[in-house]
């Protein structure tokens, strides 16, 4: 069976859609930038306000993943009705002006706070922006430039990590937050005043009728898809040990390795920014190539990246040595959000055009409750709890249980794989330039 779909419009509104590619991974750069700075900042405002690794878990994930992850949904749902630009601009300057309060802060209460406003802001950015994209990109080319997008993700963890590291050392943690939150604030004036916003079904040229289907309708016509179910797991699984692996990884070469915070920076930064980046983007690049032929490559270059970095984990984070535990990193740092492309690219390809954005939303809240929320509490505590047996290498096997949820992630884009094909062709929307069933 072979769909055929109209050639991508190149402008929207007298604007390329580079351009707007570029300003929404902008956007994501500013929202990684602003939720990960309190990661290489853990150790002293562990020292300030004398915590446990549990309450650092429970600080840099749970407690910004509930409202996060659950706003996401409501605020989906008026988006799917509502401009998606406006929703994403006023979202960018609460959690940018959050970041920045964060730098006055006076307890640990008010820290948490300011944190839960900035998942608060943060929660009306994501969907929409994949929504954006999915208008504006075909099928075909969807996973690479959702690739492209997610990137934005490690280059906001480079700017966290070795900004943040540079300026806490120079001028202390809270003009790390600071430094963080301003430059949100110019984006957002930016993207409100010049990206448009695009009309629904751009690129397909998909008639839209307005009708929004309500919530309750959309959960059941995704719990319905087998391979949806197993991707939300799949990616709130991988989501799990690379949300636990973010928030430790700077605790873990300063207490382990003698790091001091400024080369702390620069070396996760490469790590996640460069090398994390790389594997972020590849995936989504891969996914289309090989997904042109077979769009169950879509879920086979997650599950492959997947196997191929396994073995190092016990390398990376069981080694004395800082050359093996470097080394040993760069594979399982390439995967750290290797699914991310190519889970949103299949979800969206899978639902309605109304509901695009609810879908989006769903899958956000899925990987964000169980992999932010609960990823670096179950870690801490069980750094928390491994202590009083063997000190500070409690960290180190921590951190490495999370290869169990990295290999149910991997079962979970196998499964989600069998049933991609037949599910794709029975949603009745065009999904690339040809789809060969059966293939």
């Known amino acids: 069976m072979s769909i055929e779909v109209t050639a991508a419009p ?14 929404l991974t902008l956007v994501y750069v500013v929202n990684y930038l602003d939720r990960n700075i309190l990661n290489i900042l853990l150790p002293a405002i562990k020292a300030e306000f004398h915590l446990t ?8 994930g749970t407690v910004f993943a509930i409202l996060y992850a659950t706003l996401g949904v409501p605020l989906a749902w008026i988006a799917d009705r509502a401009n998606r630009r406006n929703i994403i601009a ?40 994949n929504a954006i994209i999915s208008d504006l990109y075909e099928p075909k080319e969807r996973a690479g430039a959702l690739s492209f997008y997610a990137a934005g993700l490690n280059v906001g963890l480079l700017l966290a990590f070795a900004g943040g590291g540079w300026v806490e ?26 990206v448009p916003e695009p009309k629904r079904g751009h690129v397909e040229q998909l008639a839209d009728d ?18 949806i179910r197993y991707i939300c797991l799949g990616g709130a699984m991988a989501s799990f040990g690379g949300y636990a692996g973010n928030t430790f990884i700077s605790s873990f070469l300063r207490s382990l390795h003698g790091l001091d915070a400024q080369t702390t920076g620069w070396v996760v930064a490469v790590l996640f920014g460069v090398i994390g980046g790389g594997g972020t983007y ?10 042109k032929r077979d769009v169950r490559w879509n879920m086979y270059v997650v599950l492959i990246a997947i196997l191929v970095a396994l073995p190092f984990f016990p390398f990376y984070f069981l080694s004395p040595s800082l050359t093996v535990t470097l080394l040993c990193a760069i594979p399982p740092t390439l995967i750290g959000a290797a699914y991310l492309a190519p889970s949103y690219a299949m979800v969206q390809s899978l639902v309605p055009l109304r509901m ?26 069980e750094s928390d709890l491994l202590r009083p047996l063997i000190g500070a290498d409690s960290i180190r096997w921590a951190l490495l249980s999370t290869v169990v949820t990295w290999l149910i992630a991997a079962w979970c884009y196998w499964m989600a794989s069998r049933t991609l094909v037949a ?3 029975s949603t009745g929307a065009p999904r690339a330039e040809t789809i060969e069933v059966g293939a």
């Not at 050392?169 to 010049?194: D, E």
């Not at 307005?210 to 391979?227: D, Q, Y």
């Not at 590849?282 to 289309?288: K, N, P, Y």
Request: charged share 10%; hydrophobic share 55%; no cysteine.
């Open 53 to 60: 690794d549990a309450a650092l878990g429970f600080l840099s």
């Open 282 to 291: 590849l995936s989504g690049v891969l996914a289309d190539r090989f997904g």
């Open 423 to 425: 599910e794709l062709a």
């Open 210 to 227: 307005g009708k929004t289907p309500p919530f309750l309708e959309t959960m059941a016509f995704l719990w319905k898809r087998r391979a």
């Open 169 to 194: 050392q120079h001028f202390g943690w809270r003009s790390a937050f600071l430094a963080a939150g301003v430059p949100g604030l110019v984006i957002a004036i930016l993207f409100f005043l010049t």
């Open 10 to 23: 190149p402008r929207v509104g007298g604007v390329s859609r580079r351009y707007i590619l570029v300003m």
């Open 90 to 129: 006023w979202s960018m300057l609460l959690f940018s002006a959050m970041t920045a309060v964060s730098a006055v802060v006076g307890s640990f209460r008010q820290l948490v706070g300011a944190r839960i406003l900035t998942g608060v802001g943060e929660a009306g950015t994501s969907p929409s922006v």
């Open 356 to 381: 695009r954005t609810q879908a989006a939303a769903i899958l956000l809240f899925v990987l964000n409750i169980i992999g932010f929320g609960l990823g670096p509490l179950t870690v801490g505590k």
